[in-house]
């Protein structure tokens, strides 16, 4: 079965820092893999998709940015954190059977 | 434009008591229709999916309907318990693009 590790679940960042996320997949290959933000209170948004390695679309223009080194990892980057950028941020995936949209556990994260 | 709208926004009732939550969609072309479960500071959780041609799917004491053709789903929770407290979130997938369409979701506390 699918499962999406995401990391770290918490991060407290100063403004200007810059941001790493990291999401695995396991049990799939060539998933089409998600990143979402999650304002509190509010609904998740779209930030980025990949339907493959190196294959990157961006949804909402911002200074975040996405990469996919290997079919199964997929990584949001920042170089300089805004106060903007703090949100819930989810990682989600859809596997080759297209049966269900799994998502990580998620990460809280701070800038301050 | 693809939109999925949720109500009600939220929703407080007691413990034992059932209800009904709404989506309402105007995606097309349709795939599939998911209702997700999500705790706070936690990642969506699937509770069912469904299919163009499935009117009703069950799972515990969740009940998913689809109507396709007034383009409507509801979830109904029965004899509620303090665990179903979170936010249900109804994703529907169109067979034409990679990006699932999210609703708001609606916020569902559950009151001993």
């Known amino acids: 079965s699918q499962t999406i590790h995401q990391w770290p679940a918490t991060l407290v960042q100063p403004v200007g820092s810059p941001l790493s996320l990291e999401c695995t997949v396991e049990?799939?290959?060539?998933?089409?893999l998600y990143w979402y933000r999650q304002a509190a209170g509010r609904g998740l948004q779209l930030l980025f998709y990949?339907?493959?390695?190196?294959?990157i679309s961006s949804e909402v223009p911002q200074n975040l940015s996405a990469s996919r080194p290997q079919d199964r990892q997929f990584i949001l980057s920042s170089k300089k954190l805004l106060l903007s950028d703090s949100g819930f941020y989810l990682c989600?995936?859809?596997?080759?059977?297209?049966?269900?949209?799994?998502f990580g556990s998620g990460t809280q994260l701070s800038v301050l | 434009k693809n939109q999925v709208e949720q109500s009600p926004q939220s929703l407080i009732i007691l413990e034992g008591k059932n209800c009904t939550l709404q989506?309402?969609?105007?995606?097309?072309?349709?795939?599939?229709l998911r209702w997700y479960k999500q705790d706070t500071g936690r990642g969506p959780v699937s509770l069912t999916i469904?299919?163009?041609?499935?009117n009703t799917k069950s799972n515990g004491r969740y009940t998913a309907t689809l109507d396709a053709d007034t383009k409507q789903s509801s979830l109904h929770i029965t004899a509620s318990q303090l665990s179903d407290s979170a936010s249900y979130i109804c994703?529907?997938?169109?067979?034409?693009?990679?990006?699932?369409?999210f609703g708001r979701g609606t916020s569902l506390i559950v009151h001993p």
């Open positions: 989600a995936c859809l596997g080759s059977s297209n049966e269900k949209l799994f």
């Open positions: 049990g799939t290959s060539n998933p089409n």
């Open positions: 990949s339907v493959g390695i190196g294959q």
């Open positions: 989506c309402n969609y105007t995606v097309s072309p349709f795939s599939n």
């Open positions: 469904m299919t163009f041609s499935e």
């Open positions: 994703v529907v997938e169109s067979g034409g693009s990679y990006i699932p369409t």
